[in-house]
């Protein structure tokens, strides 16, 4: 993707901030990244670009399902961290850019709103808190924002991997 092509898609994406300097120099190079990545794989994906909260996230699509293979979780949190570690040894600064490989993120999502609702159903019914499995520091951020629109309070606890989001009235 050259320069021209990131700037296009971040001007086009709907609903997209305008993107800085900086934010553009950061999604130019992961998206130069990830379309290496994509040519090493021979696989076809659009990539775009919009900012959000201050966060480049980069969304990789495409039309035939072809990047099932890349869009597990695990793969993709993998991919993200090595797509920040591109960023940041080209430009020197930390990268909190987010990754999303065939609708990833979207899934998760809905994955993490059924792990709230459930939580919130058990402490209606009765447990004074529900503790939700062991999750990344941008899925436990989802998961506070979802609990507080339920008007319930959380906390993460835990250290590292083992590091969780707890539910409470």
Same mark, same amino acid.
């Given at each position: 993707?050259?320069? *021209?092509?990131?700037? %296009?898609?971040? +001007?086009?994406?709907?609903?997209?901030?305008?993107?800085?300097?900086?934010?553009?120099?950061?999604?130019?190079? %992961?998206? =130069?990244? /990830?379309?290496?990545l994509?040519? /090493?794989? =021979?696989?076809d994906? +659009?990539?775009?670009?919009?900012?959000?909260?201050?966060?480049?996230? #980069?969304?990789?699509?495409?039309? &035939?399902?072809? !990047?099932?293979?890349?869009?597990?979780?695990?793969?993709?949190?993998?991919? *993200?961290? !090595?797509?920040?570690?591109?960023?940041?040894?080209?430009? &020197?600064?930390?990268?909190?850019? /987010? #990754?999303?490989?065939?609708?990833?993120? +979207?899934?998760?999502?809905?994955? !993490?709103?059924?792990?709230? =609702?459930? $939580?919130?159903?058990? /402490?209606?019914?009765?447990?004074?808190? %529900? $503790? #939700?499995?062991?999750?990344?520091?941008?899925?436990?951020?989802?998961?506070h924002?979802?609990? %507080?629109?339920?008007?319930?309070?959380?906390?993460?606890?835990?250290?590292?991997? +083992?590091?969780?989001?707890?539910?409470?009235?």
């Amino acid at each position: 993707m050259t320069e *021209q092509d990131t700037a %296009a898609a971040v +001007d086009t994406t709907e609903g997209a901030t305008t993107v800085d300097d900086d934010a553009r120099d950061e999604a130019d190079i %992961a998206a =130069d990244y /990830i379309e290496e990545l994509l040519d /090493i794989c =021979d696989l076809d994906g +659009d990539i775009e670009i919009e900012e959000r909260a201050g966060r480049v996230y #980069l969304s990789v699509t495409d039309e &035939g399902g072809a !990047l099932r293979v890349l869009s597990k979780p695990d793969t993709v949190s993998a991919l *993200q961290e !090595l797509t920040r570690i591109a960023v940041q040894a080209e430009t &020197g600064e930390f990268s909190r850019l /987010i #990754l999303d490989v065939g609708g990833s993120r +979207d899934a998760r999502a809905t994955e !993490l709103q059924r792990l709230v =609702d459930t $939580a919130v159903e058990r /402490i209606e019914a009765g447990s004074a808190t %529900a $503790a #939700l499995p062991p999750m990344s520091s941008y899925e436990r951020k989802l998961v506070h924002d979802l609990v %507080a629109e339920k008007g319930f309070h959380s906390e993460s606890e835990g250290e590292g991997r +083992d590091r969780h989001t707890v539910v409470t009235r």
